[in-house]
């Protein structure tokens, strides 16, 4: 696998990799990743990988990250209570 670049964002790093048949579009913030995975066939080259990061796209991705932050949140917190005090 090997990056074959990197698309600007001002909240998530975007890198694109290529592997073997396949494009793969990874997005990471501070606590999260999400990757897309792209068949051959599903797109022409890395100019279409590219122009399909769009803002409805980002968007998606942005909803999910909130959605595994709150979970995690909410899960922490749960896990917290059912430890014992310490002294």
Avoid: C, W
Wanted: aromatic share 10%.
């Amino acid at each position: 696998m090997q990056i074959v670049h990197y698309i600007p964002h001002a909240r998530f790093k975007i890198t694109v990799f290529r592997s073997g048949n396949r494009y793969i579009v990874k997005f990471d913030d501070t606590d999260h990743d999400l990757s897309l995975k792209f068949r051959e066939g599903e797109v022409g080259n890395l100019h279409d990988v590219i122009a399909s990061v769009d803002e409805e796209l980002l968007g998606q991705v942005n909803e999910i990250f909130t959605n595994m932050s709150s979970l995690r949140t909410k899960r922490f917190q749960q896990g917290a209570s059912e430890f014992p005090e310490i002294i």
